[in-house]
């Protein structure tokens, strides 16, 4: 990984705000630094995606789709790098990111190198005999994205493709705490000649680099997955400027056991749901409601299943489950337990 902290206009450079470190959840050793993004940055990048949204918008779905069939090739030779940087820098158990998060990010690749040829457009009859309406699809100019900490590459991915495979250029912000694999990503839309300002990427905190995309008037769409406070401070950011929004907030899912339900599919299936991704996962499940002639039993399954999970290092292929992201993280999570055995919980 170049040292850089940003691509804008087809090139990496380095940011002018403070320092911000890069941090191994699992040994809180500082494995990469990089300066952070300030107002100007943002705008260069701004301008960046401005000026290459006429030729790319106008591109052939065909010439989309295949620079997106050329990321996926190129993305694939980098899989195993891929992986070990996100297993890296997030604490995922090496097992998760090689065949969860880098599969999945490379899959979706493919999907909308194929989507760039199959957006739907339609003709009608119906308002007027006399005229023929239609409706036809066209990108809508930049887009200002953020993204995530907890899959910090496939939600990257997933706001950048769906953006660019549409003829719309981006501009987008990952986690302060998980940049790098962003960068990578980066990294191989360069190698693959992907036109400057199509894809551009900055990187610092939230209430400064992130806002200073989401006010721009520049941006036509923003795209955010975080925390629900966060996402209504963006909806409030936006507004001013009429910026369309597309906001992934949080998530509370139940797990529900019905009285007929196949009980060891209903254990297997809520550890596992409760523990992916060490619960950092927005569809985690986060609470269950069992009828009570199944209680008993689930119960006890459970606290069997959860004894067998193996907690180690993140880079060992048999650890179940890794540290959580941040010293951050940590206490919060501390404090829900600490709640929860104060609201009568117990081991």
Same mark, same amino acid.
């Given at each position: 990984?170049?040292?850089?902290? $940003?691509?804008?206009?087809?090139?990496?450079?380095?940011?002018?705000?403070?320092?911000? @470190?890069?941090?191994?959840?699992?040994? #809180?050793?500082?494995?990469?630094?990089?300066?952070?993004?300030?107002?100007?940055?943002?705008?260069?990048?701004?301008?960046?995606?401005?000026?290459?949204?006429?030729?790319?918008? =106008?591109?052939?779905?065909?010439?989309?789709?295949?620079?997106?069939?050329?990321?996926?090739?190129?993305?694939? *030779?980098?899989?195993?790098?891929?992986?070990?940087?996100?297993?890296?820098?997030? #604490? *995922?158990?090496?097992?998760?990111?090689?065949?969860?998060?880098?599969?999945?990010?490379?899959? $979706?690749?493919?999907?909308?190198?194929?989507?760039?040829?199959?957006?739907?457009?339609?003709?009608?009859?119906?308002?007027?005999?006399?005229?023929?309406?239609?409706?036809?699809?066209?990108?809508?100019?930049v887009v200002g994205s953020i993204s995530p900490?907890?899959?910090?590459?496939? !939600? %990257?991915?997933?706001?950048?493709?769906? %953006?660019?495979?549409?003829?719309?250029?981006?501009?987008? *912000?990952?986690?302060?705490?998980?940049?790098?694999?962003?960068? !990578?990503?980066?990294?191989?839309?360069?190698?693959? #000649?992907?036109?400057?300002?199509?894809?551009?990427?900055?990187?610092?905190?939230?209430?400064?680099?992130?806002?200073?995309?989401?006010?721009?008037?520049?941006?036509? !769409?923003?795209?955010?997955?975080?925390?629900?406070?966060?996402?209504?401070?963006? %909806?409030?950011?936006?507004?001013?400027?009429?910026?369309?929004?597309?906001?992934?907030? #949080?998530?509370?899912?139940?797990?529900?056991?019905?009285?007929?339900?196949?009980?060891?599919?209903?254990? =297997?299936?809520?550890?596992?749901?409760?523990?992916?991704?060490?619960?950092?996962?927005?569809?985690?499940?986060?609470?269950?409601?069992?009828?009570?002639?199944?209680?008993?039993?689930?119960?006890?399954?459970?606290?069997?299943? !959860?004894?067998?999970?193996?907690?180690?290092?993140?880079?060992?292929?048999?650890?179940?489950?890794?540290?959580?992201?941040?010293?951050? =993280?940590? @206490?919060?999570?501390?404090?829900?337990?600490?709640?929860?055995?104060?609201?009568?919980a117990r081991a």
């Open positions: 990984m170049r040292e850089t902290s $940003n691509f804008i206009g087809g090139a990496f450079g380095t940011g002018t705000g403070p320092e911000q @470190d890069v941090i191994n959840p699992a040994t #809180g050793e500082v494995i990469w630094t990089y300066r952070a993004d300030e107002e100007s940055s943002v705008a260069a990048a701004l301008a960046a995606a401005t000026d290459a949204f006429p030729s790319w918008s =106008q591109a052939t779905p065909a010439d989309r789709s295949a620079a997106l069939y050329a990321l996926f090739g190129e993305l694939e *030779k980098v899989a195993e790098e891929l992986a070990r940087a996100e297993s890296l820098q997030t #604490g *995922k158990p090496i097992r998760l990111a090689r065949e969860f998060d880098v599969p999945g990010t490379i899959d $979706n690749v493919a999907f909308f190198a194929g989507a760039a040829r199959t957006l739907p457009g339609h003709a009608t009859a119906e308002y007027s005999a006399e005229h023929t309406s239609s409706i036809r699809r066209q990108a809508i100019g900490w907890n899959y910090p590459l496939q !939600m %990257a991915a997933w706001k950048i493709l769906p %953006a660019i495979a549409a003829g719309n250029t981006i501009v987008l *912000k990952p986690a302060e705490n998980t940049p790098l694999t962003t960068l !990578m990503f980066a990294e191989a839309c360069e190698r693959v #000649g992907l036109p400057a300002g199509v894809v551009n990427i900055v990187n610092g905190p939230g209430p400064s680099t992130g806002e200073a995309i989401v006010r721009s008037p520049l941006i036509a !769409m923003t795209s955010f997955t975080g925390s629900t406070g966060v996402g209504r401070h963006i %909806a409030g950011l936006a507004a001013p400027n009429g910026t369309r929004l597309h906001l992934e907030l #949080g998530g509370k899912a139940p797990f529900v056991v019905f009285d007929d339900a196949d009980l060891e599919a209903a254990v =297997q299936g809520a550890v596992a749901a409760s523990l992916i991704n060490t619960g950092q996962d927005c569809t985690a499940a986060t609470r269950a409601y069992v009828h009570r002639s199944r209680y008993d039993d689930f119960v006890d399954g459970v606290a069997e299943v !959860m004894g067998t999970v193996r907690l180690g290092a993140p880079s060992d292929p048999d650890t179940d489950q890794g540290p959580l992201v941040s010293f951050r =993280q940590r @206490d919060k999570v501390a404090a829900m337990v600490e709640r929860a055995v104060q609201a009568g």
